[in-house]
């Protein structure tokens, strides 16, 4: 974490360092499959689930991020997640990875689908193959995710489909619009299977961040004109951090959320 990040944490982030947010008992012992979860946003989710003594599989084209994030894990305790580079472009590839996970760590109760890649890209730059491509990696892999998760969750019993979203396009935000296009389909895919889902007790939700400082975030984007955007458009002060977007992902995961279904819950320190 850069110093810039760790003298503007959030408030969230400083209780978690101090031991001070909730333990969620349900999720002990659960089967946790993440998509994109090497790093940023998907590495905090892997850790938090992790922490509340999860099972977790997760899936990233980042071998050497992936490989350095599950060795800390084990390090501080937790148990060591299962892992495998995949390239979710790849649906065979990533279906074949959950059944794998599955069979190594039981039935997965929870599918949190936060692979995404936001690489900037003008409307007049975009050629069909580069959409197709922006597409298989921003909205395919949730869909067919989730087809290969709830056979084992209607086994269960129940279970719970965490989709990541996006605030971007709601806030009218500019230079990917194919980004846009791929995050905005997300509320529907949430909706859209809730009815379906639900009779089997499996509910489904998305989570939708604001602008979250991940390494790759502070980078490429935070300069002086980013930090006035920040000031101008969040109602609070501090920066947003991957560990809270995690936190209300585990609110979702687990039994405390039992009738939270069909939702879209905004994390983005009231910027939309």
Known sequence: MSSLIASNQSASSKAAQA????RFPSLQGRSVFVTGGGSGIGAAIVSAFAEQGARVAFVDVAQ?????????????????????????????ALQ??????????????VLVNNVAS?????????????YDERIAINERPAFFAIQSVVPGMRKLGSGSVINLGSTGWQGKGTGYPCYAIAKSSVNGL???????????????NTVSPGWVMTERQVKL??????????????????KLL???????????????????????????????
Request: aromatic content about 6%; hydrophobic content about 40%; proline content about 3%.
């Open 19 to 22: 031991g001070q947010l909730s």
């Open 64 to 92: 050497g991020a992936s490989e350095q994030l599950a060795e800390q894990i084990a390090a501080a305790g937790h148990a060591k997640p299962w892992w495998r580079v995949c390239d979710v472009r790849d649906i065979a």
């Open 96 to 109: 074949t990875s959950i059944s794998d996970a599955a069979a190594a760590l039981g039935d997965f109760s």
């Open 118 to 130: 936001d690489d900037r890209h003008s409307l007049e730059s975009v050629t069909p193959a580069y």
């Open 190 to 204: 949430t909706r859209g299977l809730a009815k379906t889902l639900g009779q089997d007790r499996i509910r489904i």
């Open 221 to 238: 984007w935070l300069d002086d004109a980013g930090e006035q955007e920040l000031a101008r458009n969040q109602c609070l002060p501090d």
């Open 242 to 272: 991957p560990h809270d977007i995690a936190r209300m992902v585990l609110f979702l995961a687990s039994d405390d959320a039992g009738m939270c279904t069909a939702q879209e819950f905004k994390v983005d320190a009231g910027w939309v």
